[in-house]
């Protein structure tokens, strides 16, 4: 079946640092792949998203491309800041949404 | 504006109490999904509906059940509430179509003494 691994946190950066947290997957079709960010307290967030192979997703800084040949969708920001520390959640759908077991991310200033 | 709500936000209350959660949207999508998640952590799929008078279980299994009699009104019900319900509730929706993100609910955190 499908899945999602997604690297474990928490992960603890300062402010202006780049933040990579990888992402892979298996999946039996062509899934599309998402990110999506939960702020603390409230439901998760589309962050971005990609439908297909070589497509980049990017939104607020963030960045990933949808790698067939490795199976991944690692997720980039060169420079965070510290309203981006949040859980993020790595997704792909193919018939329904399976998710990563997530990873808090908190950026001190 | 269309989006998707959830009530109560908070709820406390004791055990075997009856307890309904609502969740509504109102941007016409055919799918409507609950998952139970601890702050922070992995959500799993509790239960999950593709259309009016369609409902079916989830990943996780729940002693919470679901009703879906209008498109945009998918509500879960716990007939006998127990601290092991402790959790945060999340609902999505999302369109028809294959391959399409859902759009998540602010969530219910609901506490059971």
């Known amino acids: 079946g499908n899945s999602v691994t997604q690297m474990e946190g928490p992960v603890t950066l300062s402010e202006e640092a780049f933040l990579t947290i990888n992402c892979t997957y298996t999946?039996?079709?062509?899934?599309?792949l998402f990110w999506y960010v939960q702020y603390p307290g409230e439901g998760l967030q589309l962050l971005l998203k990609?439908?297909?192979?070589?497509d980049k997703g990017s939104n607020k800084g963030f960045e990933a491309t949808y790698r067939k040949e490795t199976t991944s969708f690692h997720l980039e920001k060169g420079s965070v800041q510290v309203s981006d520390s949040a859980v993020y959640f790595c997704?792909?759908?193919?018939?329904?949404?399976?998710f990563g077991a997530g990873t808090t991310v908190t950026v001190r200033a | 504006e269309a989006d998707i709500y959830q009530t109560p936000r908070y709820l406390v209350i004791g055990t075997g109490k009856k307890i309904t959660l609502e969740c509504s949207q109102t941007m016409g999508h055919d799918k409507m999904y609950w998952y139970q998640q601890d702050p922070g952590m992995e959500l799993h799929l509790i239960h999950y509906?593709?259309?009016?008078?369609?409902?079916e279980k989830g990943d996780l299994s729940s002693e919470s059940t679901v009703s879906r009699i209008r498109t945009e009104h998918f509500p879960l019900t716990l007939e006998s509430a127990r601290p092991s319900h402790t959790s945060q509730y999340l609902c999505a929706s999302a369109p028809g179509t294959h391959y399409n993100e859902q759009f998540f609910g602010p969530g219910t955190r609901l506490t059971v003494l």
């Open positions: 990609a439908t297909k192979a070589d």
């Open positions: 997704a792909l759908n193919d018939y329904k949404l399976s």
């Open positions: 999946a039996t079709g062509y899934p599309s």
């Open positions: 509906s593709y259309g009016v008078n369609s409902t």
